[in-house]
């Protein structure tokens, strides 16, 4: 057997229901167009039943048995490796062996997505190397496995954003199905954001999953509120960019950054510079899992309704800007290089 097909996935960003997602609660989510390219060529190898691995932004050069089981993510490469092996588990006929290549401009452990467009882009990558026309729901499930081993406790959110691309509404129901609701045009309401890289945080999303987990055993009123806040914030957010009305979206952004810092998700670092952004007459509040300590928070959004506020703005020290299209393509194929 031999063959190569070529995928990419987008990053993507939260816009409302961080954390409370996990819960059943709906999440507001848009791709966006940084991208993870995928390159996967099934073929016979000098030795048989080998995996090769190339992730050149990260110098990451590695050969394994296409055997090797991978429990936790631990070093460079592991969750890649983990996403092939669950990725292939089931085909009839496996490959002699398998070459990936990864190249991304999606920054890694931050909100923005990479580990779900991982996922997604080696499963279908590997899956089309073999010949496989995989359905995009069954990628959907295996890169929502591969993200619970990566995560622990995952929505699923991430993963249906970056295969799906665009404006999603999503929600986790009691039975373990996740709905989505795809927002035609909405990516094109969404110009009262900007996204500002904070910082690498401290704590993985699996770390900050767990601090969450474990606070609600301890407060459960306290988080429960907090979730009601986000999930009020989620559906008025959805309402708002459906009648496109860019200004009701900066007091939504300021419920839900307060009720995330009551869930203690926002290092007090983060939370000084978001005051400073509410004091000039914005709004902030972190994108992703955020943090416990430390300066930075990975993503976040930066609101205001005039685009000439956002002209003048100056971020905090040490932020980065990303000027990216919201709502952009899923999943799509690529040429291989």
Known sequence: MSGEAAVSAPGKTILFGEHAAVYGHPALVAALDHRMTVTAR?????????????IPSLRIARTVALTQTVDAVKEPGDLAILAVTIGTADLIRHPDGFHIRIDSTIPAGSGFGSSAALAVAVVAACRRACGDDIAPDEIARLASSIERHQHGRASGVDVQAVLRGG?????????????????????????????????????????????????????????????????????????????????????????????????????????????????????????????????????????????????RFTPPKGWIAHRVRLGAEGLRSEIAA
């Open 167 to 311: 404006v999603l509404l999503c929600r986790l129901s009691d039975d373990g199905f996740l709905e989505r609701e795809e927002l035609p045009g909405a990516g094109a309401r969404l110009d009262a954001f900007r996204l500002f890289h904070s910082g690498v945080p401290n704590e993985t999303t699996g770390e900050m999953v767990g601090a969450v987990r474990r606070l609600q055993d301890r407060e459960p009123a306290r988080v429960r509120e907090a979730f009601e806040t986000i999930a009020a914030a989620t559906r008025d957010g959805r309402a708002a960019l459906l009648r496109g009305d860019g200004a009701a979206l900066v007091p939504l952004v300021l419920r839900a950054e307060a009720a995330l810092e009551a869930i203690g998700v926002v290092p007090g670092g983060v939370i000084e510079a978001i005051r400073a952004i509410e004091a000039e007459g914005g709004a902030a509040k972190i994108s992703g899992a955020g943090g416990l300590t430390g300066a930075g928070a990975g993503l976040v959004l930066v609101a205001h309704a005039e685009p000439e506020w956002h002209e």
């Open 42 to 54: 099934a073929s016979t190898f000098s030795e048989r039943g080998m995996l090769r691995l190339e």
